[in-house]
């Protein structure tokens, strides 16, 4: 067990919906990253948030946008659904020390469904 | 750009017979590789970091070894509890991200 938790675990919608996507990262930790996980594409980086502002962008579509809450915990909303969209999203934490690597530990994730 | 290959894409092994997997890397300023590994269905369960060529580390059956182009995990006398895909990702030191390969996914067959 990792300390990150996501929810819901299974999420099925139908196309042009929208849906969120909870994570509360590990006791102490105040970086917060969404990942997206297809089968065709691997582990693709989406978002970064740290002490509730957002650090880093990756391949987000403008259709998705997170935040981060003064208790730390993350959305990930996801609107305007398309079939494309049915993947992994796993959510993942990290210390954010000054040196070291910075490993970022992940949650059991999300799957999503779009029909 | 950051970019992680993993070979090869699957492998299947006979318990005991032991291996190495390939992560080949390119990376503006190597902050840290990282190995993770994943259960069907599950989130990626950190395994090692490695900042430096030549840096080695250990855990049970597996040993991760780094170079400045690429880094292996070799697995010693595996079990099937072994079985997993085995992820590869790096960090630059521009950035938080981690880069991720697509992963070797191994059997270990009884």
């Known amino acids: 067990d990792s300390g990150v938790t996501q929810t819901p675990k299974h999420l099925i919608t139908a196309t042009g919906q929208r849906v969120t996507l909870r994570c509360s990262p590990r006791s102490g930790d105040l970086s917060v990253y969404w990942y997206q996980q297809s089968l065709d594409q691997g582990l693709q980086f989406l978002i970064q948030y740290y002490n509730g502002e957002e650090r880093a962008k990756g391949n987000i579509l403008e259709r998705f946008s997170a935040q981060q809450f003064p208790d730390l915990h993350s959305e990930l909303n996801l609107s305007s659904l398309e079939l494309g969209d049915s993947a992994l999203y796993f959510c993942?934490?990290?210390?954010?020390?000054?040196?070291?690597?910075?490993?970022?530990?992940f949650g059991p994730g999300t799957r999503l469904t779009v029909l | 750009e950051d970019q992680v290959t993993q070979s090869p894409e699957a492998l299947r092994l006979q318990e005991g017979e032991s291996s190495s997997l390939n992560c080949s890397y390119t990376v503006s300023g190597l902050r840290g590789l990282f190995w993770y590994r994943q259960d069907p269905g599950k989130g990626p369960e950190f395994l090692f970091t490695?900042?430096?060529a030549g840096e080695e580390k250990e855990k049970e059956r597996l040993k991760a070894t780094l170079t400045k182009k690429e880094s292996f995990l070799h697995i010693t006398a595996p079990k099937p509890e072994d079985s997993a895909t085995y992820l590869c990702?790096?960090?630059?030191?521009?950035?938080?991200?981690?880069?991720f390969g697509t992963g070797t996914r191994l059997t270990i067959i009884p």
């Open positions: 490695l900042y430096s």
């Open positions: 990702a790096v960090r630059n030191f521009g950035n938080e991200k981690l880069t």
């Open positions: 993942a934490s990290s210390s954010d020390r000054t040196s070291g690597g910075n490993e970022q530990f």
